[in-house]
C-alpha cells in the first residue's frame, strides 16, 4: 500500500485509463511494465487519489432512484436503523454475518442518499453491489477513509 509511482508511471496509468482499461487490466499492466505489485483495492485508491477515471465505452444506466418497496431482508444482516450520515461524511457498517465468498462485507449510505452494500473478496479485491446511485469522488474518498477508520479500530473482529 506504500507504493509510491513515478511521474512517468502515473501518466502511463493515466492512458490505460483514458483507453478504457479495467482496474484489474491496470493492475496487471503495472506488474507486466513497471514491475510495481499492487493489490487491486490499491489500484482503486490510486486512481481516486490522484481523480482518475476510467473511460467507459457506454454507461451502465443507473438503478431506479425511487423503488416503491425494497426487498425484504433477513433482520440480522440489516441494520436496525441507519443512522442519515451527518457532517458530510458517509456512514459505513459492517455485515454481521458476511456474504459467502467475501472476507468482509456491508453498506453503506454517502451523504448524496446513494446507498449500497460493498465487499472485499478473499483476494482482497474490493467491489460495489445494489449501488442505487453513483457517489461523487469526493464521497468515495471519504467512504474510503471512514472504512480504514473503522477496520482500524477492530471494526472487523
Not at 493515466?14 to 503495472?30: E, F, M, T, Y
Not at 506488474?31 to 487519489?49: G, K, P, Q, W
Not at 438503478?63 to 436503523?81: D, G
Request: with cysteine.
Amino acid at each position: 500500500m506504500a507504493t509510491t509511482l513515478s511521474p512517468e508511471q502515473l501518466d502511463l496509468v493515466r492512458q490505460w485509463a483514458a483507453q478504457g482499461v479495467d482496474l484489474n487490466g491496470i493492475q496487471k499492466n503495472l506488474v507486466a511494465e513497471c514491475d510495481v505489485h499492487m493489490t487491486y483495492m490499491d489500484v482503486r485508491f490510486l486512481l481516486l487519489d490522484h481523480g482518475i477515471e476510467v473511460a467507459k465505452p457506454e454507461t451502465v444506466a443507473p438503478a431506479p432512484k425511487e423503488e416503491p418497496t425494497p426487498a425484504p431482508a433477513p433482520a440480522p444482516e440489516e441494520p436496525a436503523a441507519m443512522p442519515a450520515p451527518a457532517g458530510g461524511k458517509p456512514v459505513v457498517t459492517l455485515d454481521e454475518l458476511q456474504i459467502p465468498g467475501t472476507l468482509l462485507s456491508g453498506k453503506t449510505e454517502f451523504p448524496s442518499g446513494v446507498k449500497g452494500s460493498w465487499q472485499i473478496d478473499q483476494m482482497g479485491r474490493f467491489g460495489w453491489s445494489e449501488l442505487s446511485g453513483t457517489p461523487s469522488p469526493a464521497e468515495l474518498q471519504a467512504f474510503q477513509f471512514e472504512l480504514t477508520q473503522m477496520l482500524s479500530r477492530g471494526g472487523a473482529i
